[in-house]
DNA sequence: GTAACCGAAAGGTCGGATGTTTAGTATCAC
DNA sequence: GTGATACTAAACATCCGACCTTTCGGTTAC
C-alpha cells in the first residue's frame, strides 16, 4: 500500500535500529510528518495503529513517546484479538492452555516464595460456591495470574493471561456456575496450592492439568451442546 | 480517551453483537463517520488502526470489509510485536515455543498424513551444511510449520510461528551457521521425522524436546556473550 | 518559598478539496 | 451472442489548514 504503512514501517524501524529506544519522545507530529514525507492526518494513522498496539504512548498536550515495549505491555493487545474469536477458536485457544500452565505451575512450584502461597491461601479462602460470577471470574483471573507470574517466565505468563480474556473467563464460570460446579473447581484450586506447599512440581503439574483440562472438557461439551441447538 | 478510541471499541461491538459479521461490508467511511458521530478524518485513525491487527480490510476504490477473524490473520499481527522484543524476552518466547513445539509435534505423529511425511523427507533432502543462511530460514520455518499444522491445533501452529518471526529465526540460524551446527540440527530435524514416521508420539516429542532446547540453550549462551561485551 | 497565572507547544478534531483505484455497466467490434 | 473496451460512479488515499483542549514549565504575586 502507501504513505501510512511505509510511516508505520519506518516508525518500527527506527526502533529497531535503535533510532528510537523505549521511553523516548518523538519528535511532534508535524516535524515527523515533515521529515518521513506524509501529511499529519496520514501519520496520525500511523500512529494510532502503533498505539493500539502498545507500541507508542500518545499523550495529549505533552508529545508521543514509544512505550517501555515489555511483553506484559505488548501482549495486552492480544486480548483484544482474542476477544474477537468464535467458539471453534475458542477450544483451541483452550488447549494451549492446558500445555503451557501445567508447566507454568510446575515451574513455580519450586520457585514461588512463601509470601505468595499466603497470598494464594487468602484468596482461597475469600471465594466460595457462593460467590458470585464476577467475583469468581476476578478470583479465578488473580489466582491464575500470581501462580503464572511465580513461573518465573514474565512471556509465559503475559500469553497466558491475553489468551484468557475476561470475557471468555466470564462465560466459563457462569457455565460452571450453573453446572454446580464451582465448590469442585475451587477444590482443583486447592490442590494446585497445596502441591505447591510441598514444593512437589510434579503434583503440581498433574493438578494444573486436571484443572484447566476439566475446563476445556466442559467447553467442548458446551461447544458441542450450543452447535447441536444450531447456535453456531 | 476520546473519540477515536470510542469508535475502536463501537466497531468491535458491532462485531462481537454480530451485527458485523466476517466477510461483510461497512457502510462508505463517511456514512460511517455521520452514525458513529465523528469526523472521517478520525475515524480513519480507528479503520486503520483495526486494520493493522487484521480486524478490519480495507480496500481502496471498493470499501472496507471485516476479514475473516481467522486466528492465522489475528495472530498475524502478533509477529510484528515479537520483532520488537529484545534478548531478554526471546529467551522466555523461546521457553514458550520449546514447551509448545514437542507437544504439537507429539500430536502430529498421530494424525500426520502419509504424503505430508514424504514432504518432510523431500524438504529434509534439499537442505545440507552448504546451504545459505537465508534458505536455511525458509527450510525451517516451512518444516517446523508443516508439523505444527498436522498437529491438529490451527491456533496452536499460528500462535508458534508468530511466536518464531523470521527475523529471530535468521539470527539463529546465523549463530547456528557459524558454530557448524548446521549438520547436528539438520540431523535433529531427521530424526523428528524418522519417529513420526513410526508413528511414535513419545519419541517425536522427545526429539523436538532436544532440537528446540538445543536451539534455547545456545540462544542464552549467545545472549550471555553479547552482555558480557557490553551488547546488551 | 509557595501558589496562582499564563503562554507556548503538542496532540485532538474537524471540514473540505482533490487524487487514485476499483467495480460495475454500457458500448462496440467481431 | 460473446468478448473486449471505455466510461462512470463510488470509495478509499492524501493533503491542507483551521481551531480546540490539554499539558508543561516558567513567571509573577503574595
Excluded at 483484544?80 to 474469536?85: A, K, P, T, Y
Excluded at 513461573?151 to 503475559?158: E, F, H, I, L, S
Excluded at 475476561?166 to 460452571?176: D, K, N, P, Q, Y
Aim: proline share 2%; charged share 30%; glycine share 6%.
Amino acid at each position: 500500500m502507501a504513505v501510512t504503512d511505509e510511516a508505520i514501517r519506518k516508525i518500527k524501524d527506527m526502533i529497531l535500529s535503535g533510532d528510537l529506544t523505549p521511553g523516548q519522545r518523538l519528535p511532534p507530529e508535524k516535524e515527523l510528518s515533515e521529515r518521513l514525507g506524509l501529511s499529519r492526518n496520514s501519520l496520525r494513522e500511523a500512529v494510532k495503529a502503533l498505539e493500539v498496539i502498545k507500541v507508542l504512548d500518545v499523550r495529549r498536550g505533552d508529545g508521543t513517546y514509544v512505550t517501555s515495549l515489555e511483553p506484559e505491555l505488548l501482549l495486552e493487545a492480544l486480548s483484544f484479538v482474542v476477544d474477537l474469536h468464535q467458539d471453534h477458536s475458542i477450544i483451541e485457544i483452550f488447549e494451549v492452555r492446558r500445555v503451557l500452565e501445567p508447566y507454568a505451575a510446575g515451574c513455580a512450584a519450586t520457585t514461588i516464595s512463601d509470601s505468595d502461597i499466603i497470598r494464594l491461601r487468602n484468596m482461597l479462602d475469600s471465594v466460595d460456591a457462593s460467590t458470585s460470577v464476577e467475583d469468581l471470574v476476578t478470583h479465578d483471573l488473580e489466582f491464575h495470574r500470581l501462580i503464572n507470574r511465580a513461573g518465573g517466565n514474565d512471556y509465559m505468563a503475559n500469553l497466558l493471561e491475553s489468551l484468557s480474556s475476561s470475557t471468555v473467563r466470564a462465560r466459563i464460570w457462569r457455565g460452571v456456575t450453573q453446572e454446580g460446579a464451582v465448590a469442585r473447581t475451587l477444590e482443583e484450586h486447592r490442590a494446585i496450592v497445596s502441591a505447591m506447599e510441598s514444593r512437589d512440581s510434579e503434583m503440581t503439574r498433574s493438578w494444573a492439568s486436571i484443572h484447566v483440562g476439566g475446563i476445556e472438557t466442559w467447553i467442548r461439551r458446551a461447544v458441542a451442546g450450543s452447535n447441536e441447538k444450531g447456535d453456531d
